[in-house]
T-cell receptor
Framework: DQQVKQNSPSLSVQEGRISILNCDYT??????FLWYKKYPAEGPTFLIS?????DKNEDGRFTVFLNKSAKHLSLHIVPSQPGDSAVYFC??????????FGTGTSLTVIP | DTAVSQTPKYLVTQMGNDKSIKCEQN?????MYWYKQDSKKFLKIMFS???????INETVPNRFSPKSPDKAHLNLHINSLELGDSAVYFC????????????FGPGTRLLVL
């Protein structure tokens, strides 16, 4: 039972444009959401998070939007850079810090 | 100065063998975790340890057993390895067992032949 879904396995974006990665979840008890970035042969690296009491969190080029009614969150990267090319995992957690990960979206930023 | 480290990075072994993967964190975190990433790239939690006590034990076979000699270490022992155990195993840690960001190790790539 996959509680967090990333329906786009891959995304290609031109350098300088906006990258939008999407994530859907099913459990309304999740109260913390995160995005992780993963390069080949490395572990996931924390990128940005958002609490369920907010609908937007921004950190430099990265912004996460949360729509609780739709059980949907998205990660915006603008402007996209070639170094952003990686696999991005969405994760959701409840108060027990039990994380559920999506299957990832592979982002390719084309120079 | 690696925050979360795992050894070995690669592990190739025969079916039926027993193997261990070690994990260490130098972040002073209270909670550590083991995840399995399968062939479909799905990251699924296996265990978490908080102050040397097992908190979460997902429905993994009892051939898998976490061992924590101290707060900074959480090792994963696997007995009687099976082909389906081939995966990438990630260790992670967080400050405490509440809603907290988890920091991951580089992964151990296990291949069972």
């Amino acid at each position: 039972d996959q509680q967090v879904k990333q329906n786009s396995p891959s995304l290609s974006v031109q350098e300088g444009r906006i990258s939008i990665l999407n994530c859907d979840y099913t459990n309304s008890m999740f109260d913390y959401f995160l995005w992780y970035k993963k390069y080949p042969a490395e572990g996931p690296t924390f990128l940005i998070s958002i609490s369920s009491i907010k609908d937007k969190n921004e950190d430099g080029r990265f912004t996460v939007f949360l729509n609780k009614s739709a059980k949907h969150l998205s990660l915006h990267i603008v402007p996209s850079q070639p170094g952003d090319s990686a696999v991005y995992f969405c994760a959701a957690a409840n108060t027990g810090n039990q994380f559920y990960f999506g299957t990832g979206t592979s982002l390719t930023v084309i120079p | 100065d690696t925050a979360v480290s795992q050894t070995p990075k690669y592990l190739v072994t025969q079916m039926g063998n027993d193997k261990s993967i070690k994990c260490e964190q130098n972040l002073g975190h209270d909670t550590m975790y083991w995840y399995k990433q399968d062939s479909k790239k799905f990251l699924k939690i296996m265990f978490s340890y908080n102050n040397k006590e097992l908190i979460i034990n997902e429905t993994v076979p009892n051939r898998f057993s976490p061992k924590s000699p101290d707060k900074a270490h959480l090792n994963l022992h696997i007995n009687s390895l099976e082909l389906g155990d081939s995966a990438v195993y990630f260790c992670a840690s967080s400050r405490r067992l509440s809603v907290e960001t988890q920091y991951f190790g580089p992964g151990t790539r296990l291949l069972v032949l």
